[in-house]
């Protein structure tokens, strides 16, 4: 709700397991779609006209869509990578062009970084962490430059490290929560150092 109120550009919801759950049944680890539930909750309040998904997780958001379709919710932009190539290839080299093409007009971004697209993964397997990193880091940068209100949430993760934990999965997190950081930090320190070269008459008394 900071978001959408204008007291915060980015939030960080750190849930997971949404975006297998459909209309009718849950699945894949997802028992239901806080997706698509927060797009029609902030629809029912009238606070957005249009809503982007943006599902960066290894697997397709199957249950996203199907709700979509299910309620004709022609007003959700959503848009999962899972599955397809060529989604994916033009994220890794027109990540910022992309976001900002197919979400400049909605009111609000919900990004769902999955880190199940990691090479190590063992449901998924096509990007370095290096690449993860910068994938994050252009939807971040992307959104700020052009303003668009942004959730970002976690999603996917499989691997374990040698004592059964989730060490690598926590890491790949905590590496896009690392990148949010680093791209509003610096957004705000400029509009500061911006703000700070403003000439401010000062009134000379009569």
């Not at 869509?65 to 848009?79: A, G, K, M, P, T």
């Not at 027109?94 to 999955?114: N, S």
Request: hydrophobic share 40%; aromatic share 6%.
């Amino acid at each position: 709700m900071h978001v959408m109120e204008g007291r915060a550009r980015v939030a960080c919801s750190p849930t997971i397991g949404f975006h297998h759950a459909g209309y009718h049944d849950g699945g894949g680890f997802c028992t239901f779609n806080g997706l698509v539930a927060t797009a029609l909750e902030l629809k029912a309040l009238g606070l957005v006209d249009a809503v982007g998904i943006l599902d960066m997780d290894q697997h397709y958001g199957d249950g996203t869509d199907d709700i979509i379709f299910r309620l004709d919710l022609s007003w959700v932009r959503h848009i999962s990578t899972g599955g397809n190539r060529n989604a994916r290839q033009r994220m890794l080299e027109h990540g910022r062009e992309m976001v900002v093409e197919k979400f400049a007009a909605v009111d609000l971004l919900l990004y769902q970084a999955g880190a199940d697209s990691h090479v190590d993964d063992p449901l998924g397997g096509y990007l370095g962490t290096e690449q993860m990193r910068r994938r994050d880091a252009d939807v971040f940068a992307a959104c700020e430059g052009a303003n668009i209100p942004l959730v970002w949430n976690l999603a996917g993760g499989y691997q374990r490290d040698a004592s059964g934990g989730i060490a690598p999965v926590l890491g790949l997190h905590r590496n896009t929560m690392n990148e949010c950081i680093r791209v509003y930090a610096a957004a705000g320190e400029q509009a500061a150092s911006a703000l700070s070269r403003v000439a401010v008459p000062v009134p000379v008394p009569g």
